[in-house]
């Protein structure tokens, strides 16, 4: 039985402010939970699950694991789902140390203003997807442990390192490494098709209606586009920030020399 105080407890990290006060978060789901006791069984904190879950999966569970046998009833009480899930569990926020040294010898994103959470949770799936080990987000970017970011990314926050920083400062010193590419879309720019992609570098995806930032634009020294090959004399503005991530991400992965 899951007491008041617990339901108390995981009703709150619902905000942000108590995600970070408790350093924790809520992954609902069986897919979502079986991955992180698959992939990093340390973050796992607590389960809520029903009898039936817990017999199917007991054995991937951690000894020390907090762990509440529960009807759909009750985990209907501590669920932000519509349709509620067989097993609820709380997750231990990793404290992530960005080293830019490190951002130097791969592809990483940095997004500037990404707000809308299923935005954000599709972009760190992407990067899962793609091998794409760091993101970079300004700070009024949403919160990476939102629980809609945490749903959208379909299990890859336990995996892809979500950073926090002023990308102003980022970028300056990302440009003092020797040969350190900075690429940002827009909807002007040379045609990703048609460009040359390096290895290593940064890739600037911005906010979902006003794009980068103009502070930032000074040390973008690549722009991109992503041409539309619609026929008809009218098309949509613009991509979605994450469908652009994802092609930005495939053309890196396919042709960077």
């Known amino acids: 039985m899951i007491g008041k105080e617990k339901i108390k407890f ?8 108590y995600r970070q006060i408790n350093n924790c978060y809520v992954a609902e789901g069986p897919k979502i939970v079986l991955d992180t006791l698959k992939n990093n069984p340390d973050l796992v904190k607590q389960i809520y699950a029903t ?8 054995a991937g569970i951690p000894p020390k694991t907090f762990i509440v046998e529960s009807e759909m009833a009750e985990i209907k009480k501590i669920s932000s789902f519509k349709t509620v899930p067989e097993v609820i569990a709380v997750l231990h926020i990793e404290q992530h140390v960005l080293n830019i040294e490190e951002l130097a010898m791969e592809i990483s994103l940095v997004l500037d203003t990404v707000q809308d959470p299923g935005n954000l949770g599709n972009i760190i799936r992407i990067a899962d997807w793609f091998g794409i080990r760091h993101i970079v987000c300004s700070p009024d970017c949403a919160d990476c442990y939102n629980p809609k970011v945490v749903q959208a990314s379909m299990g890859a926050i336990t995996r892809v390192k979500v950073h926090y920083a002023d990308l102003g400062i980022l970028l300056r010193n990302m440009l003092e490494i020797q040969n350190y590419k900075i690429y940002g879309t827009f909807p002007e720019g040379d045609s990703i098709y048609e460009t040359v992609l390096a290895k290593q570098g940064a890739i600037v995806l911005g906010n979902e209606s006003k794009g980068i930032s103009n502070f930032i634009l000074p040390y973008i020294k690549t722009k991109l586009c992503i041409p539309s090959f619609g026929r008809r004399t009218e098309t949509v503005e613009s991509l979605n920030v994450a469908a652009a991530a994802a092609i930005v991400c495939s053309e890196f992965r396919h042709r960077a020399l």
């Open 10 to 17: 995981i009703s709150s990290l619902k905000e942000k402010k």
């Open 51 to 58: 009898s039936g879950w817990l017999k199917k999966n007991s």
